[in-house]
């Protein structure tokens, strides 16, 4: 049916490849919006200074408020997640799984004059074991990690919708 109506099979493999990358790529961020972590959410009502932050993230917060003051407001661009699995291999000691969650906002501080990208990531190993770092994020790299799949997939629609002209 689809082939019938002369569109090449690469543009539709190609936007069914585009499809499920842009999938991929914006689905943990909309996951962020629906279930947000309350970890990363009581970090950030901490800068904001109007809530407790986790306690093993007390020490952090502090350090960043007195460089940059209190956040006055923050919009969550990107959301990553992942875990991964150490072994031991001197002795018997058994593998530890590391589990880590990062929310990337831009941030707009009191002490700073322009936004900025900063990157708040949660770590837990088996057990509740918890440590966090904030830091300022690559803002070119945000950019081309959420680039790509949109053009790719702009060019694969080109491809798909494109008419043949009346005269062919």
């Not at 990208?117 to 966090?132: K, V």
Request: proline letters at 8%; glycine letters at 6%; charged letters at 20%.
């Amino acid at each position: 049916m689809v082939l019938k109506r002369g569109r090449p099979l690469y543009a539709i493999i190609l936007f069914a490849f585009s499809c499920f990358f842009l999938c991929t790529t914006f689905f943990p961020l909309l996951y962020s919006f629906m279930l947000p972590n309350e970890d990363l959410a009581r970090v950030v009502s901490a800068l904001e200074e109007r809530g407790t932050p986790p306690p093993e993230s007390e020490k952090i917060v502090q350090q960043v408020i007195a460089a940059a003051g209190p956040l006055r407001k923050a919009t969550r661009v990107g959301y990553w997640w992942g875990a991964a699995t150490g072994y031991h291999l001197s002795g018997p000691q058994p593998s530890e799984k590391i589990r880590a969650s990062q929310a990337t906002y831009i941030a707009w501080f009191q002490q700073r004059p322009k936004p900025m990208l900063i990157a708040i990531t949660r770590y837990g190993r088996d057990g509740d074991e918890r440590a966090y770092r904030i830091e300022e994020a690559n803002s070119a790299a945000l950019v081309r990690g959420y680039a790509l799949p949109v053009l790719l997939f702009g060019a694969s629609l080109f491809l798909v919708r494109k008419r043949k002209s009346p005269a062919s």
